[in-house]
């Protein structure tokens, strides 16, 4: 079909033949573009949407940074905290933090005495001595038999500190009579773990106890907070240091004074330390704090990268003899489970596959189930915190716990729950997560733990 065209003043007519037929034309308008200059007001507009929410955010950002550092900063006091005493470096003030429930509402997750009442707090008289256990005796400086030890003690961490426990003695110590011997590390006088004359008398005054522990350098020292007159006069901090951590701190600023304090801790320098594990070393004042203080009736443990915020009498009556317990700690808030620990303990690489099933392996073997629950409650433990009565059938649990991580892996974790199942200790108290943090201010590991140049054996 044939077409005609004509250009008309700019505009393009196309007219086809029936079109011219029919006297129908088709007007097709092509106009031109016209591209005027964007203004500068909508080129602010433009710039201002695409980074305003970015500016914004990182506004509130920095306002919060702001706020965060105040409330860090010894100028925010809380009235219920007493004054610093000189020379307390690093102490952060942020006592009252309450957590936020599930309606909103805030509100303390530990549940202490007013002031008044804490300032009036007194120890109660010991109790008379109930079976199955009046007595522990611990295995030091007696003779053992190498033929005793079994083939496979060759390659364990076992040695002259800790003592060379077979597995039939490990076997009886989980049947407690009303005289208990353990092992509980403080075997041999040629075992390690010594501390000056001096130490070891003021150790021995001590009735209650906060301590703390970082060998190896790894970790700053934390003032402790929140405290009552009362416990000031009552409590003994302490904190057990190494050659290592001492310069660490004293490049910090953080130097001993000749009263051998450091703010409100006692700082103990321990020599000759057993083990290479570094970690294992700090479990000998976290879990058989008895055998360092022989005289006390309570004691707090703190780990290092932690901040103590509480009054230690207060925490005492909250947690143990508001709820008539001997031991209390924090549950673990990922798992319940310590095979499903065991594996996330792999994963994570705090300790080989192969020393995790060995240990797993045993545990199995010895009957200990995969149950998420004991006696109603989640028997895994986070145990950052310790709280405890040092009673004889306390003391020994702490012996069994403690032999336990030298013969398996130094990751507590996995030894409490079986531990707990074996001897089945009553007035364990596994405090909620929420209350963990009510106790202390967790701050990370600053540095890496430096380990012995050499083992003890």
Not at 33 to 51: I, K, Q, T, Y
Not at 77 to 106: F, K, M, Q, W, Y
Request: proline share 6%; glycine share 6%.
């Amino acid at each position: 079909m044939s077409s005609s065209s004509s250009l008309i003043q700019g505009i393009s007519i196309s007219v086809s033949d029936d079109e011219e037929a029919s006297g129908k034309v088709r007007v097709r308008v092509r106009r031109k573009r016209n591209h005027r200059p964007v203004s500068a007001r909508r080129r602010f507009l433009r710039h201002a949407a695409r980074w305003g929410a970015p500016l914004l955010l990182a506004a509130l950002d920095f306002s919060l940074f702001i706020y965060e550092y105040y409330r860090l900063s010894p100028f925010y006091e809380s009235s219920s905290s007493p004054p610093r005493p000189a020379g307390a470096a690093g102490n952060l003030s942020r006592v009252d933090r309450p957590t936020r429930a599930a309606d909103g509402a805030r509100k303390s997750c530990l549940k202490m005495l007013d002031p008044e009442m804490l300032q009036n707090l007194e120890l109660p008289e010991t109790p008379e001595q109930s079976p199955p256990v009046k007595k522990t005796v611990y295995r030091s400086s007696l003779p053992h038999l190498e033929d005793n030890i079994s083939s496979h003690m060759t390659s364990s961490r076992f040695n002259s500190f800790t003592g060379y426990q077979t597995l039939t003695e490990r076997q009886e110590s989980f049947k407690p009579k009303e005289i208990t011997t353990v092992h509980c590390g403080f075997y041999s006088e040629n075992g390690g773990f010594r501390v000056s004359d001096a130490d070891e008398d003021y150790m021995r005054s001590c009735s209650v106890v906060v301590a703390t522990c970082a060998f190896g350098g790894g970790d700053d020292l934390h003032q402790p907070i929140g405290m009552t007159e009362v416990s000031l006069k009552k409590v003994c901090y302490v904190a057990f240091w190494d050659e290592v951590t001492r310069s660490a701190q004293q490049e910090e600023g953080n130097k001993i004074g000749e009263d051998l304090m450091i703010g409100l801790w006692r700082i103990i320098l321990v020599r000759d330390l057993p083990f290479i594990d570094q970690r294992l070393n700090g479990k000998i004042p976290k879990l058989i704090s008895h055998r360092l203080f022989p005289t006390a009736r309570y004691s707090i443990w703190v780990d290092s990268k932690s901040q103590f915020r509480r009054d230690p009498l207060g925490v005492i009556e909250a947690l143990l003899w508001r709820s008539n317990s001997s031991l209390a700690l924090s549950e673990h808030g990922a798992r319940s489970s310590l095979y499903d620990e065991g594996n996330a303990i792999v994963k994570k690489h705090k300790a080989t596959p192969e020393e995790v099933k060995i240990q797993l392996d045993q545990y199995r073997k010895d009957g200990i189930p995969d149950d998420k629950r004991f006696n109603g409650k989640k028997a895994l433990a986070e145990a950052s915190v310790i709280v405890r009565d040092h009673t004889p059938l306390t003391n020994l649990f702490m012996c069994l716990w403690f032999n336990e991580v030298v013969r398996f892996t130094s990751r507590d974790q996995l030894s409490f729950p079986y531990v707990l199942r074996r001897l089945r200790l009553p007035g364990v108290h596994l405090f909620p997560v929420c209350a963990r943090k009510d106790l202390v201010n967790s701050f990370g590991h600053r540095r890496k733990v430096k380990p012995l140049a050499k083992d003890r054996r």
